[in-house]
């Protein structure tokens, strides 16, 4: 590990308070998320064989369901009938089926060859069937939010899809563009990763009764914790271990996203000018990207980058104030705590 030991503590510890957190997220939701598991699989069989071999291959590396986590539980703060808890589990359902399809068209755009350490659906069928895997999933997202006959729900989750196609768009018009500064960093943050999570924080929220300032102060929970979660995401890019991320180091920089820990790097009057030449050359060799990652050319700007995680997470914290004295708001407040703490 290159990194000094102030970031190795913050985000590389093997905290137990970890395996607590993911043991009561099961004691709470375990039965919901059996569900949402259940019907993830029913509703992406296919009859085609090719689409069910990508089906089987997209399920055979499980992500954590963060974002049907996030929904299940700010849809649990009051008793709902069987009906409103039916929906609940579609709609949780139904954002993972919309994440994993972004996943799919992400990798297709950025010509990616590994997701989660497997050969992505394009390396594999091509970026045609890939493209189809992607709307199929898609299209099965918007069957089970049609099931819930909720106008609001619909209209939270459309909204955000749009925005994250925005997202995607404007990381392509600013690839490998150095000029790229903060305040359009988090802007395209906010609608590649943070709108979904406030959409899921949103949508819970309303399916479980909810009502006013409740609901936007979950929905703001919901774009912090996103922020935070894609500013550490890409804080991993260079300082994660292979291994354990699933992806080489500099794979961002290598399809020309521009991170927070880079931007803050090439204010560096040292190292700028070595990191626009690496980015002016393409030279996205082993060696260079080790180089990155060396003490005295990434701890401060990582530091800074880290902080500004930090923020949105004490922010997200302080949107919880009301619901903490449940376990369900307990358990969204770890949760946050969690995003800096964590390894993938």
């Given amino acids: 590990m290159l990194l000094d030991e102030t970031i190795k503590t913050v985000m590389y510890k093997d905290i137990p308070q970890e395996k607590a957190l993911w043991h009561a997220i099961k004691e709470v939701l375990g039965l919901k998320l059996q569900e949402v598991e259940e019907l993830l699989q029913n509703c992406t069989l296919s009859d085609a064989v090719v689409m ?3 089906m089987d291959h997209i399920f055979s590396s499980k992500g954590k369901r963060l974002r049907p986590i996030l929904l299940l539980l700010s849809g649990s703060f009051k008793p709902v009938d ?3 808890e039916k929906n609940l589990v579609t709609a949780a359902a139904a954002v993972e089926l919309i994440h994993m399809a972004s996943l799919i068209h992400d990798d297709i755009i950025d010509e990616s060859q590994k997701r989660r350490g497997k050969p992505s659906v394009n390396a594999l069928w091509g970026n045609r069937a890939a493209v189809l895997a992607g709307d199929f999933l898609f299209a ?4 089970l939010l049609a099931c819930c006959r909720n106008y609001e729900l619909n209209m939270i989750v459309t909204r955000a899809i749009s925005t994250m196609c925005e997202g995607e768009i404007e990381q392509t018009r600013f690839a490998f563009d150095l000029s790229l500064n903060e305040q359009q960093y988090l802007q395209n943050i906010y609608r590649k990763t943070a709108a979904l999570m406030e959409a899921c924080c949103a949508a819970g929220a309303c399916l479980g009764g909810l009502e006013g300032e409740a609901v936007l102060q979950l929905e703001a929970f919901g774009r912090n914790l996103g922020l935070a979660f894609q ?3 890409d804080i991993l890019d260079i300082t994660g271990e292979p291994l354990i991320t699933g992806k080489p180091v500099g794979n961002d ?3 020309g996203v521009i991170t927070l820990p880079l931007i803050h790097l090439l204010e560096d009057p040292v190292y700028a000018p070595f990191l626009r030449e690496i980015i002016e050359k393409r030279d996205f060799s082993p060696l260079t990207m080790e180089f990155l990652r060396q003490p005295s050319c990434i701890n401060v700007p990582v530091k800074r980058a880290l902080d500004k995680a930090r923020l949105y997470i004490k922010t997200a914290r302080e949107c919880l104030a009301g619901f903490t ?5 307990a358990i969204l407040e770890s949760l946050a705590e969690y ?4 390894r993938v």
Avoid: K, M, N, S
Avoid at 325 to 329: A, H, I
Avoid at 339 to 342: A, D, E, I, P, T
């Fill in 52 to 54: 069910q071999d990508v």
């Fill in 82 to 84: 069987p009906v409103h």
């Fill in 339 to 342: 995003v800096l703490q964590r």
């Fill in 140 to 143: 099965r997202a918007f069957e």
């Fill in 253 to 255: 920089l290598r399809e």
């Fill in 231 to 233: 500013i550490t995401d």
């Fill in 325 to 329: 004295e449940t376990r369900e708001g």
